[in-house]
């Protein structure tokens, strides 16, 4: 309750300095997603997937890669979600139509996934802008189906787990250095058998790879 009312009263100092101090936000330079490469060692990327105009749309996502990447000579898979929006700033008209990143420890019961374990983890891996950065790690089930999900907010230099701490940041960076840009970073693998530890070694393998790239898509 505690976190929430602090959330909500940076949200509300962050609308009146914003609105009243930084009215001009700076657009970091950085390269589009759509040049992500779809092969990254062992691994490959059949295509790109499309979200949709209305989800996109609601989502308030600027560019973004969805793709699932498979290892060469193993059942092995992993789904990328990199979602990176230019600015947080609620967009004309207000309503539900905003640029703010979803959480998705929110989104996934929505789309009939409950999360069944959440913990934050330690992650320790090349591109990231913080060593080590801790992000948020999920185990989420829909009837029998099992799935590993790593993912965090990569924003402006930092790595963030939790969604008040982002709140937070975001505050601090428009007043300051007016930027609200961010971004989504989300791995989901299968569960096979249950087996976590695979899972978990599955996920890193790829995540290494794509992590080291993130710094020309991602701006720090």
Request: proline share 7%; net charge positive.
């Given at each position: 309750?505690?976190?929430?009312?602090?959330a909500?009263?940076?949200l509300?100092l962050?609308?009146?300095?914003?609105?009243?101090?930084?009215?001009?936000?700076?657009?970091?330079?950085?390269?589009?997603?759509?040049?992500?490469?779809?092969a990254?060692?062992?691994?490959?990327?059949p295509?790109?997937?499309?979200?949709?105009?209305?989800?996109?749309?609601?989502?308030?996502?600027?560019?973004?890669?969805?793709?699932?990447?498979?290892?060469?000579?193993?059942?092995?898979?992993?789904?990328?979600?990199?979602?990176?929006?230019a600015?947080?700033v609620?967009?004309?008209?207000?309503?539900?139509?905003?640029?703010?990143i979803?959480?998705?420890?929110?989104?996934?019961p929505?789309?009939?996934?409950?999360?069944?374990?959440?913990?934050?983890?330690?992650?320790?891996?090349?591109?990231?802008?913080?060593?080590?950065?801790?992000?948020?790690?999920?185990?989420?089930?829909?009837?029998?189906?099992?799935?590993?999900v790593?993912y965090?907010?990569?924003?402006?230099?930092?790595?963030?787990?939790?969604?008040?701490?982002?709140?937070?940041?975001?505050?601090?960076?428009?007043?300051?250095?007016?930027?609200?840009?961010?971004?989504?970073?989300r791995?989901?693998?299968?569960?096979?058998?249950?087996?976590?530890?695979?899972?978990?070694?599955?996920?890193?393998?790829?995540?290494?790879q794509?992590v080291?790239?993130?710094?020309?898509?991602?701006?720090?």
């Amino acid at each position: 309750m505690m976190r929430t009312t602090v959330a909500f009263l940076f949200l509300a100092l962050n609308f009146y300095v914003y609105h009243f101090f930084a009215t001009t936000e700076v657009l970091p330079a950085r390269t589009p997603l759509t040049r992500f490469p779809l092969a990254l060692g062992d691994w490959r990327c059949p295509g790109r997937e499309s979200m949709g105009p209305e989800i996109e749309r609601n989502l308030g996502v600027t560019d973004y890669l969805v793709c699932t990447y498979e290892k060469s000579g193993t059942p092995d898979m992993v789904g990328v979600y990199l979602g990176y929006h230019a600015t947080q700033v609620r967009k004309a008209g207000g309503g539900s139509n905003e640029n703010m990143i979803h959480p998705p420890a929110h989104c996934l019961p929505g789309s009939g996934w409950d999360i069944i374990a959440s913990r934050k983890i330690a992650l320790d891996l090349p591109g990231l802008p913080v060593h080590p950065a801790y992000v948020n790690r999920l185990i989420i089930a829909k009837g029998d189906a099992r799935q590993l999900v790593y993912y965090w907010y990569q924003e402006r230099g930092r790595v963030i787990a939790d969604d008040w701490r982002k709140i937070v940041d975001l505050f601090w960076d428009r007043a300051t250095r007016r930027r609200s840009d961010g971004s989504l970073i989300r791995f989901t693998v299968p569960l096979l058998q249950g087996d976590e530890a695979r899972a978990e070694r599955t996920l890193q393998d790829l995540a290494r790879q794509v992590v080291a790239k993130l710094p020309s898509y991602v701006p720090n």
